[in-house]
């Protein structure tokens, strides 16, 4: 193979990488622009993804309620601890998509 043709392969394929990377993107731009991302318009496995990638995020989940839900404890505030996280999604009305940062204060168990 000659070295044109190399290097026309090597651009090929670097320009299809950057396309596909752009055409995957694509629903996560429609979620970010609609403002807050509602969990209802997602499947709760689209809503599980969307957290996974980002971390921590501020979900809507029905009419004007929404909270901040985070991927795993690193993305609290050294002194909180997680709680599980269940939201309703557009395919179930239980769906786990992560945890919630919260003061542990001296109610532990919510018992009180």
Known sequence: MSADRRTHSILFAASLVGVLGALAAVPDVALAQQGRPSTLAMTCGQARNYLAARGAAVLGTGGYTYDRF???????????????????????????????????????FDDE
């Open 70 to 108: 985070v991927r795993d404890r690193s993305f609290c505030e050294p002194t909180e601890i997680t709680r599980n996280a269940v939201v309703p999604a557009r395919d179930t009305p239980e769906c786990f998509v992560g945890y919630r940062c919260i003061e542990p204060g001296r109610n532990w």
